[in-house]
Nanobody, 119 residues
């Protein structure tokens, strides 16, 4: 099993920046092969923001490419998302996600953290 604990978020002014962090723990944490961030705006589906595969590619949603940077510390099982030039369209609940291989290939989610971009 993997537990994900998120931090960051809150109210941000348009044009501002945010940093979201997520730490993974649990018996299966050593088998994590991907970590990332998704977001869900009211009335909309949860969509990818950015994700990073162990030793592999990093994917960004078109809507955040050039404004977002995802970084990981594999030794600590943490993932950080930095975004700048925020707009009200970035308002959503942001979820940390991790994929782990053991004991079975599984997806894990954090509890979500609200990001509101408003003046």
């Amino acid at each position: 099993q993997v537990q994900l604990v998120e931090s960051g978020g809150g109210l941000v002014q348009p044009g501002g920046s945010l940093t979201l962090s997520c730490a993974a723990s649990g018996s299966s944490a050593s088998s994590i092969y991907v970590m990332g961030w998704y977001r869900q705006a009211p009335g909309q589906q949860r969509t990818l923001v950015a994700r990073d595969f162990n030793g592999g590619p990093t994917n960004y949603a078109d809507s955040v490419r050039g404004r977002a940077t995802i970084s990981r510390d594999n030794a600590k099982n943490t993932v950080t998302l930095q975004m700048n030039d925020l707009s009200p369209e970035d308002t959503a609940v942001y979820y940390c996600n991790a994929g782990a291989r053991l004991p079975l290939l599984s997806d894990y989610w954090g509890q979500g953290t609200q990001v509101t971009v408003s003046s």
